[in-house]
């Protein structure tokens, strides 16, 4: 089974909407740290944000947002006012306390902003 | 501080072929991973260091792959010989420390590809 569920394959929006992708993960540990990964089209992975599982405070950054919610194991990333440039791919991913320094990595959300 | 380095970023070979894959992890971390990344299968861990030291290679393919890492400053993926169907990005990441709550970091990637 899927640990982390992007059931998003491709999004597009027009530039300046906001769009938000979804996260869903699955874990029996109490302790865990969930991950967004930027990809854009050059091929790097970019970190974007770190959150554990005893920090449900939603975080803002800029024009990014996270929405950490334990009742329904999401992870959510908006992204406010979108621009060209966020066209990418984007990843979520999971590690365990129990599995130590395994990355559980989603499928990847690949948004695509239309100017 | 310069990131993660790879080398080549792009690597075009015949099946059959040796192909050595290069990576330079950032200066003071302590671990090492090797992913590979595809449309069928997404991004893979293959194995990761600690140390110099190899700690988890369950996800290595086969015995046509290798890795070493000889000091703190850099590693290969070897494959030998080459097969078309070992046609991937393969990346190269690194993490200050050890534990699931350390964000990795990405290098660029190689491209491989295998006729």
């Known amino acids: 089974a899927q640990k982390v569920t992007q059931a998003q394959t491709e999004i597009s929006v027009v530039e300046k909407e906001d769009v938000t992708l979804d996260c869903v993960y699955e874990?029996?540990?109490?302790?865990?740290?969930l991950f967004w990964y930027k990809q854009p089209p050059s091929g790097e992975l970019v970190f974007l944000i770190r959150r554990n599982s005893f920090d449900e405070q939603n975080e803002i950054s800029g024009r990014y947002s996270w929405n950490f919610q334990k009742s329904t194991s999401s992870f959510n990333f908006t992204i406010t006012a979108s621009q060209v440039v966020d066209s990418a791919v984007y990843f979520c991913?999971?590690?365990?306390?129990?599995?130590?320094?395994?990355?559980?990595f989603g499928t990847g959300t690949s948004l695509t902003v239309i100017p | 501080d310069a990131g993660v380095i790879q080398s080549p970023r792009h690597e075009v070979t015949e099946m059959g072929q040796e192909v050595t894959l290069r990576c330079k992890p950032i200066s003071g971390h302590d671990y090492l991973f090797w992913y590979r990344q595809t449309m069928m299968r997404g991004l893979e861990l293959l194995i990761y260091?600690?140390?110099?030291?190899?700690?988890?290679d369950s996800g290595m393919p086969e015995d046509r792959f290798s890795a070493k890492m000889p000091n703190a400053s850099f590693s290969t993926l070897k494959i030998q010989p080459s097969e078309p169907r070992d046609s991937a990005v393969y990346f190269c990441a690194s993490s200050l420390s050890g534990g699931p709550a350390y964000e990795q970091y990405f290098g660029p990637g190689t491209r491989l590809t295998v006729t």
């Open positions: 991913a999971l590690s365990e306390d129990n599995t130590g320094n395994q990355f559980y």
């Open positions: 874990t029996r540990d109490t302790t865990y740290y």
């Open positions: 260091f600690n140390n110099n030291v190899p700690i988890d």
